[in-house]
């Protein structure tokens, strides 16, 4: 057989997928690990995506997708964030992780580095790789509201430095970054020349404040903004994002697409279009679910004295295991308690401590994987006492 690629074997695999799978084999396992909205895709949007498929909607699109998402992606922008942009500078991608990917494809040569949190969302190293770059980790720590400081970006920026990947809100931290934090960022990147890749899939799912967008820095020319229809209308499978970026890059990204996927499906477009386009009390709705959850999980920790970073977005809780190695930790949660969580170090060294609760998931089966959560930690302290 003739060998397989090394930039392919030597990716590391995610471990969020590797304790899915573990606990998709118990049949009664509390499953807190994966972040997949707990709704199923509201039904005007399902209904939307059925008349297209019997409207013909099944064959290729423009590989930047249809001019009528495109354009109701603009709308959605302008609604949102009182930002006005040509339907040219939007590229349908498939899913979020399609944009991000072909994004790094376009900002990077083979060789060059690439700046990603730690901790951070675990795709995003293998991305990198994927590209043939190399990732380098940019600290996030507790001290500071797991914000980025530009003084480390500074002693991490080398020759070859490209681009920076920057997620608000925050997977797995639920941060979301400041008006003045975006701001600083953007100054700091321009004045290295490097791209930012803002991953901003999560920007509707808020508790506390408002999102701050990298769009109203859209000033910048290194600047490719990533969204997606997943998280926000419980469209996972659909698997449509897009991506906003000066007008070469968009061009160049939809050329790369027609060699990875060609184009998003039509029938997802159209569903797509009509989530946008649609009502968004849907999108309230699920928010408020995800918050209360948020709420009662913190209950529960503050009960039992258990650490963990407040989420103000996103719909995960990032929470202080105490532990030596957090996969070994998760590993027995899920043997011994029937809870599934995703262990912290595959977000990264920094998270070698930590797990991380989804909290997209029915309030009852949360509270109790969150309370077996809790009394894990505590027997453990009780054990390196």
Same mark, same amino acid.
């Given at each position: ?28 396992? #509390? ?10 895709? !509201? *039904?005007?949007? %399902?209904?939307?995506? $059925?008349?297209? +498929? ?111 990947? #920057? ?10 970054? !400041? *008006?003045?934090? %975006?701001?600083?960022? $953007?100054?700091? +990147? ?196």
């Amino acid at each position: 057989m003739p060998s397989i690629s090394r930039l392919t074997a030597d990716i590391p695999r995610s471990g969020i997928r590797a304790i899915m799978e573990r606990a998709m084999e118990i049949p009664d396992a #509390i499953r807190l690990e994966v972040g997949e909205p707990m709704f199923p895709t !509201p *039904p005007h949007i %399902v209904e939307a995506a $059925v008349e297209a +498929a019997r409207a013909g909607y099944t064959r290729y699109t423009a590989n930047a997708g249809m001019s009528s998402l495109r354009e109701a992606v603009a709308l959605r922008l302008r609604r949102e964030y009182a930002v006005d942009l040509p339907t040219e500078r939007i590229c349908i991608s498939v899913g979020g992780v399609g944009a991000i990917a072909t994004a790094l494809r376009v900002a990077t040569e083979l060789g060059d580095e690439v700046l990603i949190p730690d901790p951070g969302w675990p795709t995003y190293e293998m991305t990198v790789a994927g590209v043939g770059a190399l990732s380098r980790r940019y600290p996030l720590y507790p001290a500071n509201g797991f914000l980025p400081l530009v003084g480390d970006l500074d002693r991490l920026v080398g020759p070859k430095t490209r681009a920076i990947i #920057i997620n608000s809100p925050s997977n797995p931290l639920g941060t979301v970054l !400041p *008006p003045q934090a %975006v701001r600083e960022l $953007v100054a700091w +990147a321009s004045r290295r020349d490097l791209f930012i890749i803002a991953d901003e899939v999560y920007d509707s799912i808020v508790f506390d404040g408002a999102h701050a967008t990298f769009l109203a820095q859209d000033g910048y020319d290194g600047l490719i903004v990533v969204f997606a229809v997943s998280k926000t209308y419980a469209m996972t499978g659909w698997r449509i994002g897009y991506a906003v970026a000066p007008l070469e890059v968009s061009a160049q990204m939809a050329k790369m697409q027609e060699a990875s996927v060609a184009c998003a499906p039509g029938v997802s477009q159209k569903a797509a279009e009509a989530a946008l386009r649609g009502p968004q009390d849907c999108v309230h709705s699920m928010c408020l679910a995800y918050r209360r959850n948020r709420d009662a999980a913190m209950e529960i920790l503050d009960r039992h004295g258990i650490r963990y970073q407040r989420p103000s977005g996103a719909f995960y809780l990032w929470v202080e295991a105490g532990c030596p190695g957090s996969k070994a930790f998760a590993d027995n949660l899920l043997s011994t308690r029937g809870v599934a969580v995703a262990p912290g170090e595959t977000f990264g060294p920094a998270g070698r401590q930590y797990v991380r609760v989804s909290l997209a998931s029915p309030e009852a089966a949360l509270r109790e994987g969150v309370n077996r959560l809790a009394e894990a930690i505590q027997a453990d302290r009780r054990l390196q006492q």
